[in-house]
């Protein structure tokens, strides 16, 4: 009796030891990255510009004739998160729209005694510039935490990226497919988080603020890897499932103020890598009447001569999303990074085109709302911002 008692005590113990263990495995702690927004714009044409370019890279990314005749445009806002690539620090764009990570475009890459030439060349192209040069494997972090043997691409030539170092890629894998020489995909950084122990779910939170004042750059935003920050939003994250091959969205619903903009469904990407706020073009038009808004061929806004002082609302997953005139005109206070002046008002509202995907959830609306980019679930999460 004696001896069965120990073995029932003995087994108990290894199945709680087991499943404080697996408790630990999930709750690994999450990572939180500062992130800096940078001004390198001189003009707002140039935003628009770039961003309608990297529109067209999404409708068109197999084509490559297409990919290769689109101009590049190097001005724009940028989030930007200090990333280690084995013992450099490389300011990288934070990008939801692509999935490889690069160095080089900025601070040469030195290789180090953990970086590894695979001898593959690695391209990309993301409308609004490209690089192309040889993949490496090295270790890569980010606030001190990170992976080994992380693909990189070190760039021999880029363009399109004046002021950053390269691009940190947090899009899903499908994307990375053909990026490399004799390689279908490689592992994204947050893959490879989470294959390593590092993070327990490959759940990725962005919080974006806009810039205070005039200021042109601002430590002001803030990456969750492996879960999500609840003093970043409000109320509840609405998921809804992720469609296409980037963070998609089906939208739909637009009105501004009691005016409905049209109920057709259009197709949607949450993406940090686009400035503004783009909808479908026969949805845009309606705007354009319902709020006595004109485009303005200098600035490549809509422009106001009186402040609009109706909501702007939409719905995603069942939700509805709201932006007020606050939300959504260009800050006076930033008119001059932006390359405006005078006294009229300008949105980021814009016109989005008519082939999928016409409706982009850029930077400008994550300013205002909490995003969450969850692979592991595969759906994509808003929330008000707190």
Same mark, same amino acid.
Not at 60 to 75: A, F, G
Not at 300 to 306: A, N
Not at 312 to 329: A, E, I, Q, R, W
């Given at each position: 009796?004696?001896?069965?008692?120990?073995?029932?005590?003995?087994?108990?113990?290894?199945?709680?030891?087991?499943?404080?263990?697996?408790?630990?495995?999930?709750?690994?702690?999450?990572?939180?990255?500062?992130?800096?927004?940078?001004?390198?714009?001189?003009?707002?044409?140039?935003?628009?510009?770039?961003?309608?370019?990297?529109?067209?890279?999404?409708?068109?990314?197999? /084509?490559?004739?297409?990919?290769?005749?689109?101009?590049? !445009?190097?001005?724009?806002?940028?989030? *930007?998160?200090?990333?280690?690539?084995?013992?450099?620090?490389?300011?990288?764009?934070?990008?939801?729209?692509?999935?490889?990570?690069?160095?080089?475009?900025?601070?040469?890459? %030195?290789?180090?005694?953990?970086?590894?030439?695979? =001898?593959?060349?690695?391209?990309?192209?993301?409308?609004?510039?490209? &690089?192309?040069?040889?993949?490496?494997?090295?270790?890569?972090?980010?606030?001190?935490?990170?992976?080994?043997?992380?693909?990189?691409?070190?760039?021999?030539?880029?363009?399109?990226?004046?002021?950053?170092?390269? !691009?940190?890629?947090?899009?899903?894998?499908?994307?990375?497919? /053909?990026?490399?020489?004799?390689?279908?995909? !490689?592992?994204?950084?947050?893959?490879?988080?989470?294959?390593?122990?590092?993070?327990?779910?490959?759940? @990725?939170?962005?919080?974006?603020?806009?810039?205070?004042?005039?200021?042109?750059?601002?430590?002001? =935003?803030?990456?969750?890897? +492996? +879960?999500?920050?609840?003093?970043?939003?409000?109320?509840? !994250?609405?998921?809804?499932?992720?469609?296409?091959?980037?963070?998609?969205?089906?939208?739909?619903?637009?009105?501004? =103020?009691?005016?409905?903009?049209?109920?057709?469904?259009?197709?949607?990407?949450?993406?940090? +890598?686009?400035?503004? &706020?783009?909808?479908?073009?026969?949805?845009?038009?309606?705007?354009?009447?319902?709020?006595?808004?004109?485009?303005?061929?200098?600035?490549?806004?809509?422009?106001?001569?009186?402040?609009?002082?109706?909501? &702007?609302?939409?719905?995603?997953?069942?939700?509805?999303?709201?932006?007020?005139?606050?939300?959504?005109?260009?800050?006076?206070?930033?008119?001059?990074?932006?390359? *405006?002046?005078?006294? /009229?008002?300008?949105?980021?509202?814009?016109?989005?085109?008519?082939?999928?995907?016409?409706?982009?959830? +850029?930077?400008?609306?994550?300013?205002?709302?909490?995003? %969450?980019?969850?692979?592991?679930?595969?759906?994509?999460? @808003?929330?008000?911002?707190?």
């Amino acid at each position: 009796m004696v001896r069965v008692a120990l073995q029932t005590a003995f087994v108990a113990a290894v199945i709680g030891y087991a499943s404080a263990l697996a408790v630990e495995q999930r709750s690994a702690p999450l990572v939180k990255a500062s992130l800096k927004k940078v001004n390198t714009i001189t003009n707002s044409t140039n935003i628009v510009a770039r961003d309608l370019a990297r529109l067209n890279h999404y409708f068109k990314k197999s /084509d490559i004739s297409e990919r290769q005749s689109t101009p590049v !445009i190097n001005e724009v806002f940028s989030y *930007i998160a200090a990333t280690t690539v084995g013992t450099q620090t490389f300011d990288l764009i934070v990008d939801t729209g692509s999935s490889n990570t690069w160095v080089g475009a900025g601070t040469k890459f %030195v290789a180090g005694s953990t970086a590894k030439s695979t =001898g593959d060349s690695v391209s990309v192209s993301y409308g609004s510039g490209e &690089f192309s040069g040889t993949e490496y494997t090295d270790t890569v972090s980010l606030a001190g935490t990170g992976v080994t043997g992380q693909s990189i691409g070190v760039a021999k030539s880029s363009t399109g990226f004046s002021g950053t170092d390269g !691009i940190i890629g947090f899009g899903p894998e499908d994307l990375t497919e /053909d990026t490399v020489s004799g390689v279908s995909e !490689i592992p994204t950084f947050m893959q490879n988080l989470v294959s390593q122990g590092v993070i327990s779910e490959n759940i @990725l939170g962005v919080s974006f603020a806009p810039l205070t004042g005039s200021d042109e750059e601002d430590t002001n =935003g803030e990456l969750t890897l +492996g +879960g999500v920050d609840d003093t970043k939003f409000t109320g509840d !994250i609405t998921y809804t499932t992720r469609t296409g091959d980037y963070w998609g969205v089906s939208v739909t619903d637009f009105t501004f =103020g009691s005016t409905s903009l049209g109920t057709t469904t259009a197709s949607g990407i949450v993406d940090t +890598g686009t400035t503004l &706020f783009y909808i479908p073009t026969a949805t845009y038009d309606k705007f354009l009447t319902a709020s006595d808004g004109k485009l303005d061929s200098t600035t490549g806004l809509v422009k106001y001569t009186t402040k609009p002082t109706a909501d &702007f609302t939409f719905v995603v997953g069942g939700t509805t999303y709201t932006l007020t005139p606050t939300d959504y005109l260009v800050p006076t206070a930033q008119y001059s990074n932006w390359g *405006i002046s005078g006294s /009229d008002f300008y949105s980021i509202i814009n016109d989005g085109g008519s082939e999928a995907p016409n409706t982009i959830l +850029g930077m400008t609306f994550l300013e205002n709302f909490y995003a %969450v980019f969850d692979t592991t679930n595969n759906r994509v999460g @808003l929330a008000p911002a707190a």
